[in-house]
């Protein structure tokens, strides 16, 4: 590889017994991308590192570091190249590595955000039918006016079952993006994890609260939008731009990295009295729990018998999910 | 204050550079888009180089002064005038209360022209900063493009009129406008030998490419690469395409995103975050020329750079946007 | 005397909404240009009678290029 005028790996850190290789790439004159692995991998663990060392990093306020951007396996950093190099970044970052050697080290401060869901609430059902009158009249993701069973079908699952997997976890939050407070939100229990694609062509609008999954990732609509996720549902706001309501005193987001969601079922009503409560009333008071990940407790539950019976379980159904289900 | 009469094609109140550290909650810096021709507006007439300026894409802007200031105008040349006379461009110039500005389509170079006034547009910071995200509908004025019958406060000048007017550049400084713009870049995060062939990065280093038509403040579309590009067949776990990737955040503002075969520039307003490989950056210096590129018209290529340069193009690049630039 | 609505951006023809013969006021939408996935309006600066319609949808356009050929 040396020798290779486009090689863009500034250094590396080799794998050990609770981490994947680190490789430091470089992504423009003021970013860094610290990348965990080689392969592609979708694995939380990754997260719970990248998330970890990363608070440990911002906890330091190095200077010339404007932000770090977390994903699923890999940290964006933005710096200011005339205040900070690349390389005395990479020996700090280095450093914040050592000091969690092990996946006993491994531990992150994670929010439980109680969130109320409505399943096939009549605002997403709008959205779904605004799709089909001007988008594409013959979506084959669209049944009896809705997503849920199409994402039901594409799992092999009932859409009873599809709804008990979405509140039977919690929701893991790799990293906030792609839209303003948006949360890209991981299942922490695998036997949990639909999996759905995306649509094709896109939606052009999308209620506020709405919440969908694409892939493996929920993401909750933070502001009416676009989208290409299929809706099971809506929830209640998670963004405010005004700033009015106390949660959101410091800014418009709701969802940090690290936080874990768990919704739980409502009837509509419900949720849009609660719309009124945040963004008019401002008397809401949001159900959050404090909270920790630890990450050695998560792979030894993950990978004890009882979990990988139902994810094996689950695979097979999705394989027959997968050969019915219409392609978008 | 400053009250719109036509609002144009695209008028928007921006600084630099932009809101920053906001990234890892899904908001773009946005910023001026050439924040070289904003800065020299802003030293023209006595502001800092960030402050906030309006953004004129496309042209037609027609607007009324409510009261006595200094103004400059920098950009494309979009034949600007003042009550009706040629309005001289690169140069401060002061302006009685009632006066009109009005402002014609792009000129032969260059996509944008900015307007600086002295205290500069005085709307409410969001976040840090009084740019607006069009693309997400939030700062600026009330997070949107100018319309006719929108009244715009100004902030408090830095100094007597009569000293604000009349500056101009020293020889040399202005930057230089072409239909072919050359961006410095550095690859990565996603280049040979993993995620491009080594002819593929050959090409995007060689090759010109026109801005699609459909280019705006977030994306900027260049033509299409071949399959030759990709070094892997698919994108693994992340997608069937080989220009997919588990999601992974964007390095913007200058990331050239690789969505199918479509290389992106992602800018100002772009999204933060998803699932494309990112095969190179532009560097920080040269961001401003992006904005001048005109969609459906000019062409951009790439010239390879190390950080030592980019880095000095940035010292550069603030020393140029001082008053040592000023005649 | 002829008078032509010229392209005010560049970009594609999106539609031309007048047809030959019409009669067009001064400040009437004529056409519509497509660039930075906006549509943009092409007004007239005359009033006249529509002589010739000179592109079509998809068309690529530069500033300054005829769209509409009007009769003043």
Same mark, same amino acid.
């Given at each position: 590889?040396?020798?290779? &005028?486009?090689?863009?790996? +500034?250094?590396?850190?080799? !794998?050990?017994?609770?981490?994947?290789?680190?490789?430091?790439?470089?992504?423009?004159?003021?970013? +860094?991308?610290?990348?965990?692995?080689?392969?592609?991998?979708?694995?939380?663990?990754?997260?719970?590192?990248?998330?970890?060392?990363?608070d440990i990093i911002r906890a330091r306020q190095i200077n010339g570091l404007i932000e770090t951007v977390p994903g699923l396996r890999t940290n964006l950093f933005h710096f200011d190249p005339q205040a900070l190099s690349s390389a005395d970044l990479i020996a700090q970052i &280095?450093?914040?590595?050592?000091?969690?050697?092990?996946?006993?080290?491994?531990? +992150? !401060?994670?929010?439980?955000?109680? +969130?109320?869901?409505?399943?096939?609430?009549?605002?997403? &059902?709008?959205?779904?039918?605004?799709?089909? &009158?001007?988008?594409?009249?013959?979506?084959p993701n669209v049944i009896n006016g809705y997503n849920l069973e199409y994402m039901a079908l594409c799992n092999g699952v009932t859409v009873a079952e599809a709804k008990n997997m979405i509140l039977g976890t919690e929701w893991f939050n790799s990293g906030c993006g792609f839209w303003p407070g948006g949360a890209f939100l991981w299942p922490v229990d695998p036997r949990c994890a639909l999996v759905v694609p995306k649509y094709n062509p896109p939606r052009t609008w999308t209620p506020e609260g709405a919440a969908g999954i694409g892939g493996p990732c929920v993401f909750t609509y933070t502001t009416p939008t676009g989208g290409g996720y299929q809706l099971f549902g809506r929830t209640i706001p998670t963004f405010q731009f005004s700033c009015k309501h106390p949660i959101f005193k410091e800014g418009p987001f709701l969802y940090r990295p690290a936080d874990r969601v768990k919704f739980h079922e409502v009837q509509e009503q419900e949720i849009l009295d609660i719309f009124d409560h945040v963004h008019n009333k401002t008397d809401y008071r949001y159900q959050i729990e404090s909270g920790q990940v630890v990450a050695k407790d998560y792979l030894t539950w993950v990978h004890s018998e009882e979990v990988q019976n139902g994810v094996r379980e689950l695979k097979a159904k999705q394989a027959e999910g997968v050969r019915k289900a219409p392609r978008l | 204050m400053l009250k719109i009469i036509n609002g144009g094609i695209e008028v928007l109140v921006e600084d630099w550079p932009g809101r920053l550290g906001y990234l890892g909650m899904g908001m773009s810096a946005s910023g001026a888009f050439d924040n070289l021709a904003l800065g020299f507006a802003n030293l023209l007439v006595g502001n800092s180089p960030g402050e906030a300026g309006l953004e004129i894409t496309g042209g037609f802007l027609e607007a009324q002064f409510a009261r006595d200031t200094v103004i400059a105008v920098t950009g494309t040349d979009m034949k600007p005038t003042l009550n009706g006379e040629s309005l001289p461009m690169w140069q401060s110039v002061a302006v009685n209360r009632g006066d009109t500005v009005k402002f014609g389509h792009i000129g032969e170079y260059g996509f944008r022209c900015y307007l600086g006034v002295a205290g500069g547009i005085d709307v409410p910071a969001y976040l840090g900063s009084k740019s607006?995200?069009?693309?997400?509908?939030? $700062?600026?004025?009330?997070?949107?493009?100018?319309?006719?019958?929108?009244?715009?406060?100004?902030?408090?000048?830095?100094?007597?009129?009569?000293?604000?007017? $009349?500056?101009?550049?020293?020889?040399?400084?202005?930057?230089?406008?072409?239909r072919q713009w050359q961006l410095r870049a550095i690859p990565g995060p996603n280049t040979s030998p993993d995620y491009v062939t080594e002819e593929g990065m050959d090409l995007l280093f060689s090759k010109s490419f026109k801005i699609n038509h459909n280019s705006n403040r977030s994306a900027y579309r260049l033509d299409p690469l071949p399959e030759s590009f990709f070094a892997r067949p698919d994108g693994g776990v992340g997608g069937s395409h080989p220009s997919n990737i588990l999601d992974h955040a964007y390095a913007i503002r200058g990331a050239l995103n690789i969505c199918g075969n479509t290389p992106i520039l992602l800018i100002a307003d772009g999204p933060t975050l998803g699932g494309y490989m990112c095969a190179l950056n532009v560097i920080n210096a040269d961001l401003w020329k992006i904005g001048q590129g005109t969609p459906g018209r000019d062409s951009i290529t790439f010239r390879m750079v190390g950080q030592q340069e980019a880095t000095e193009a940035r010292r550069a690049q603030k020393e140029l946007l001082s008053e040592a630039s000023l005649a | 005397m002829e008078k032509s609505v010229n392209a005010i951006m560049p970009g594609l023809t999106a539609r031309v909404v007048v047809n030959v013969g019409d009669r067009v006021e001064k400040g009437q939408e004529v056409a519509v240009i497509n660039c930075m996935k906006t549509e943009i309006p092409v007004n007239s600066e005359e009033a006249g009678v529509v002589k010739q319609v000179l592109v079509k949808e998809w068309d690529e356009l530069q500033v300054g290029d005829p769209m509409v050929i009007l009769e003043i």
């Open positions: 590889m040396k020798g290779n &005028k486009y090689d863009v790996i +500034l250094d590396t850190m080799p !794998e050990t017994p609770s981490r994947l290789e680190i490789l430091f790439r470089q992504a423009g004159d003021g970013f +860094l991308q610290v990348e965990y692995g080689r392969e592609q991998r979708a694995a939380l663990q990754d997260s719970f590192r990248i998330l970890a060392v990363n &280095k450093e914040a590595e050592d000091s969690m050697p092990t996946i006993d080290d491994v531990v +992150l !401060e994670s929010r439980v955000i109680h +969130l109320p869901l409505a399943f096939e609430d009549s605002e997403t &059902k709008k959205a779904v039918q605004k799709y089909v &009158k001007e988008v594409r009249p013959d979506a | 607006t995200c069009i693309f997400g509908g939030y $700062g600026g004025f009330e997070g949107r493009k100018l319309a006719a019958g929108d009244e715009l406060k100004l902030g408090a000048p830095r100094g007597a009129l009569q000293d604000l007017a $009349g500056r101009r550049l020293k020889d040399g400084v202005r930057p230089d406008y072409q | -």
